[in-house]
């Protein structure tokens, strides 16, 4: 069974606009990490924002935040005033102990 | 530091050679990951490193894959009598231990595979 999930393979989003990236994870674990990267056409994982099992708070960094709802067990990526740099394919990510497994991704695309 | 590197960068062989990839970590981190993608895939998990220990395999990871971290600092990946489905990009990634404030995984460039 797959651990994380994805719904969108691909996106369109008019420049400036915001953006969610739908991401819902499955553990049993108790103590998990949820974090999102961002892969370009160069190839380069690049991490973006990282949210605890145990953090009250959304994680926020820059114009990204992560909408942690629990116990629904999704992760949404929020991005805000999007920007043409910002297409690209974004990975979700769960740490489950010392593994941290990905979903399939998504494809985003920032039109002018 | 200059963050997690792997050699080369691209490999081209042809069937039933075998290749060896080499990954180093960032200096201080303790865990060292391997990760297989695909195109138009998220990176699969193969296995993974606390320092020289390899803690957990994939299923993916057949008889002909092998993976080794002397020392706990670099590691190199085998595959044996490479097959065409073996073509991928072959990504490694590491961290310092978890904590309370997350700890993400940084990744090299990946070495990219194809076999012909």
């Known amino acids: 069974a797959q651990k994380i999930t994805q719904t969108q393979p691909g996106m369109f989003v008019q420049e400036k606009e915001a953006v969610t990236l739908d991401c819902t994870y499955d553990?049993?674990?108790?103590?998990?990490?949820l974090f999102w990267y961002k892969q370009p056409s160069s190839g380069e994982m690049i991490f973006l924002i990282y949210?605890?099992?145990?953090?009250?708070q959304n994680a926020t960094e820059g114009r990204y935040s992560l909408n942690f709802q629990k116990a629904r067990k999704s992760a949404n990526l929020v991005i805000s005033a999007s920007q043409l740099g910002d297409s690209a394919m974004y990975f979700c990510?769960?740490?489950?102990?010392?593994?941290?497994?990905f979903g399939k991704g998504t494809r985003l695309h920032i039109l002018p | 530091d200059t963050g997690v590197s792997q050699d080369p960068r691209h490999k081209i062989t042809k069937r039933g050679q075998n290749v060896t990839f080499r990954c180093d970590p960032i200096?201080?981190?303790?865990?060292l990951y391997w990760y297989r993608q695909t195109l138009g895939q998220g990176p699969e998990f193969l296995t993974y490193f606390q320092n020289e220990a390899q803690l957990e395999k994939s299923r993916l990871l057949s008889d002909r894959f092998s993976a080794e971290r002397p020392k706990g600092s670099f590691s190199t990946l085998e595959i044996q009598r490479t097959e065409q489905g073996d073509s991928a990009m072959y990504l490694c990634?590491?961290?310092?231990?978890?904590?309370?404030?997350?700890?993400?995984?940084?990744f090299g460039q990946g070495t990219r595979l194809t076999v012909v």
């Open positions: 949210q605890g099992s145990y953090d009250q």
């Open positions: 990634a590491s961290s310092s231990p978890p904590s309370p404030w997350g700890t993400e995984a940084f």
């Open positions: 990510a769960m740490r489950e102990g010392d593994k941290i497994i």
């Open positions: 553990t049993s674990d108790p103590s998990y990490g």
């Open positions: 200096s201080e981190h303790n865990r």
